[in-house]
């Protein structure tokens, strides 16, 4: 039997910050976990990092025997969990840090009351410092006690600040083996939908966590290409199968949405993504994602979410 009730999970492939990530939660005041890396079949020599820090943590190191993240990141998820038997696991990232109270926090809240939990975070650059743009929007990221589902989905549909990543939830053992996770292209929108989903599992509630966790934007992960054509598509199409999902869910768990952020979150995607998209290929989208709209609305959607990127973009490139 296991000393520790935690499983930190990493699903490892870059190699960059792994040495950094690694560091972080050898820093933890309370190192009462164990860390399961899964080896992609990364082309970098993964395992000579985790060496280093062997005698600093209780590390699983496992080398998969072929690339599943680049067919499936969700699949690639679940293997990595599947090398686990802990109570609890925290699905974290090969290129995050932590604060190093953040386990010593966990094992402090009211395990008995929750099944789902959050930390807050803040985004850091390349170079591990507060990004810019982000820190902006900190203080919209700052939850005391708890949030419901309704107002999680609704703060991430609106598309103003309100972050979510992977990393930042530690979830009880019970949840992922009912619901696993919502798969999409990419995983893109795929953890939003798992952890609401698991929220609604929780008395609709997430339990909040004063500890921050450190997303990195470093330019290197797939969140950041919004470049690559082929990228760009499977992010449009899991923003449509994404919507969708939205829809059916609060359908079901009785969780009131209007069209109009439904509308919204698809215009901010299809701005970030492709801003040149054709308002006839937009009205397709969101008619495919199964949301009744109003034309005006939509219209004025699109010129000035869409559009307005896009002239953005344009007058930065000739600057």
């Known amino acids: 039997m296991k000393l520790s009730k935690l499983a930190i999970v990493i699903p490892a492939f870059k190699a960059e910050y792994l040495g950094a990530t690694l560091r972080s939660l050898s820093s933890q005041t309370n190192k ?30 496992h080398r998969f025997e072929n690339n599943l993240g680049s067919i499936s990141l969700t699949k690639q998820w679940q293997r990595c969990i599947d090398l686990t038997d802990e ?18 926090i966990f094992y402090e809240a009211n395990q008995s009351q929750s099944l789902f939990y959050k930390f807050n975070t ?15 929007f900190d203080h919209l990221n700052i939850y005391q006690t708890t949030i419901n589902s309704a107002d999680f989905i609704i703060n991430r549909l609106a598309c ?33 939908a798992t952890w609401f989903l698991y929220s609604l599992n929780n008395r609709k509630t997430i339990t909040m966590l004063p500890a921050n966790v450190y997303w990195r934007y470093s330019g290197v992960n ?18 449509r199968l994404y919507i969708e999902w939205v829809r059916n869910t609060s359908s ?14 698809l215009s901010v995607q299809v701005g970030s ?31 000035w979410t869409i559009k307005k990127n896009f002239i953005v973009s344009v007058l930065k490139s000739k600057k």
């Open 252 to 265: 079901q768990y009785q969780v009131e949405i209007f069209n109009d952020l439904l509308v919204r979150w």
């Open 32 to 61: 009462d976990f164990t860390v399961y890396i899964g080896d992609d079949f990364s082309p970098y020599d993964l395992r000579s990092i985790v060496n280093e820090f062997s005698s600093h943590l209780n590390i699983v190191y």
């Open 87 to 104: 109570e609890w696991i925290w699905l974290f990232s090969d290129d995050d840090i932590v604060a190093e109270n953040a386990v010593q």
């Open 160 to 192: 103003k600040g309100y972050r979510s990543f992977a990393v930042e939830y530690v979830f009880h053992r019970s949840l992922y083996d009912k619901f696993k996770f919502v798969d999409f292209p990419l995983a893109w929108g795929s953890d939003d």
């Open 273 to 303: 993504l492709y801003p040149k998209m054709h308002y006839s290929d937009f009205k397709k989208l969101i008619k495919d994602a199964g949301v009744s709209y109003n034309s005006n609305k939509l219209w004025l959607s699109y010129i």
């Open 222 to 239: 797939i969140s950041s290409d919004v470049k690559t054509l082929s990228v760009v598509n499977q992010k449009l199409e899991a923003a």
């Open 122 to 136: 803040q985004v850091i650059d390349a170079y591990g410092d507060l990004h810019s743009y982000y820190r902006k």
